[in-house]
């Protein structure tokens, strides 16, 4: 009996740790969902872009055998730029650019405690609830962050949130967004009289 109940724990703990995504992350992770604006102020870039005919990259990245941890697949999407609405000079249209899945170093994370400890980190995170599935369409504007390195002109892209991800159409909103003037606090705060 006592090995009936020790595969029931076993099977589905197995199963689990056989992702090595964001599954995990975005399965056990609360979401905070962000408008159309919010997302414009937060991305670091905004661009349209189009698939490049190797979309997808796969790395994987093998633990040592006494973790019994499964393997983690590092994905990371290839596009070529076609217009950059927001963000400095370090991307040009015409640019090859591979971005990575967002929260990926906190998907590696949350992959190897759960898989080694059983323990399960619950994060927060960001979610576009209205944006489109990456695959679903061959030009789209993305929003994506530069992330932090020791060189400067190194650009490391990841998307800023889930689901961070949106249709061409949307690019008149984004424009108006972008140029709409600062509110005035006065108005905005001050009681009228």
Do not use: W
């Not at 008149?172 to 709409?180: A, G, P, V, Y």
Request: one cysteine or more; charged letters at 25%.
């Amino acid at each position: 009996m006592k090995i009936y109940k020790i595969a029931a724990f076993l099977i589905p703990v197995l199963f689990r740790c056989a992702y090595g995504d964001i599954t995990l992350l975005t399965k056990y992770s609360h979401k905070t969902n962000f408008s159309l604006e919010q997302l414009v102020f937060k991305a670091d870039y905004i661009i349209e872009v189009k698939k490049d005919k190797l979309f997808t990259n796969k790395k994987v990245v093998s633990f040592d055998k006494e973790t019994k941890c499964p393997p983690y697949t590092i994905i990371s999407y290839n596009f070529v730029v076609q217009d950059v609405i927001k963000g400095d000079s370090k991307i040009l249209n015409g640019q090859r650019i591979k971005v990575k899945e967002p929260f990926s170093d906190m998907a590696y994370t949350m992959h190897y405690s759960y898989c080694t400890k059983g323990f399960i980190i619950e994060p927060f995170l960001g979610l576009y609830t209205n944006g489109i599935a990456i695959d679903s369409m061959a030009s789209m504007l993305i929003f994506v962050d530069n992330l932090r390195s020791n060189d400067p002109n190194a650009l490391n892209l990841q998307f800023s949130i889930l689901n961070a991800s949106d249709r061409v159409s949307q690019k008149d909103t984004i424009q108006k967004i972008l140029n709409r003037p600062p509110g005035d606090m006065r108005k905005m705060f001050l009681k009228k009289k």
